[in-house]
């Protein structure tokens, strides 16, 4: 069986959404992916062990929030390379952190639903840079 990549299930999602003309409020495809080209991965391999972690955070202004924490091991030392420890690690934070994404944005959109918040509804629904923060 073949794995799809959550991006290409966004993109066809995001096909299918606009074939039906749905247009009610929602998070587009490319917010999210403006947000996720913001992300920063830092890896750190565990003394002693095979086990490397990644961790996605998404610099907003001072602030690095974290998104997802995963990790990578091999069962045998002889199979540890640290490049793809990383390299994999990385992809599955890469693939975590964008789901936490789609739920965290898709609150932050039901709650200005919910206020009649049509500016912030607006932002979410346009691309914007993390790290132009609006002070409340």
Same mark, same amino acid.
């Given at each position: 069986?073949?794995?799809?990549? !959550?991006?290409?299930?966004?993109?066809?999602?995001? $096909?299918?959404?606009?074939?039906?003309?749905? #247009? @009610?409020?929602?998070?587009? &495809?490319?917010?999210?992916?403006?947000?996720?080209?913001?992300?920063?991965?830092?890896?750190?391999?565990?003394?002693?062990?095979?086990?490397?972690?990644?961790?996605?955070?998404?610099?907003?202004?001072?602030? !690095?929030?974290?998104?997802?924490?995963?990790?990578? $091991?091999?069962?045998?030392?002889?199979?540890? #390379? @640290?490049?793809?420890?990383? &390299?994999?690690?990385?992809?599955?934070?890469?693939?975590?952190?964008?789901?936490?994404?789609?739920?965290?944005?898709?609150?932050?959109?039901?709650?200005?639903?919910?206020?009649?918040?049509?500016?912030?509804?607006?932002?979410?629904?346009?691309?914007?840079?993390?790290?132009?923060?609006?002070?409340?």
């Amino acid at each position: 069986m073949e794995t799809v990549e !959550d991006n290409s299930m966004d993109t066809r999602m995001e $096909a299918d959404i606009n074939q039906l003309g749905l #247009n @009610a409020p929602r998070v587009p &495809k490319e917010h999210i992916d403006n947000l996720m080209s913001h992300v920063e991965y830092k890896t750190h391999i565990v003394e002693g062990t095979t086990t490397t972690v990644a961790v996605a955070v998404l610099p907003m202004g001072t602030v !690095d929030f974290t998104l997802a924490i995963e990790s990578t $091991a091999c069962v045998d030392k002889s199979n540890f #390379n @640290a490049q793809l420890g990383a &390299k994999y690690a990385i992809e599955k934070a890469a693939i975590t952190a964008r789901n936490k994404l789609w739920e965290l944005e898709g609150y932050v959109l039901a709650l200005c639903v919910h206020n009649n918040d049509v500016a912030m509804q607006q932002a979410i629904q346009e691309s914007f840079d993390p790290n132009e923060t609006v002070n409340s």
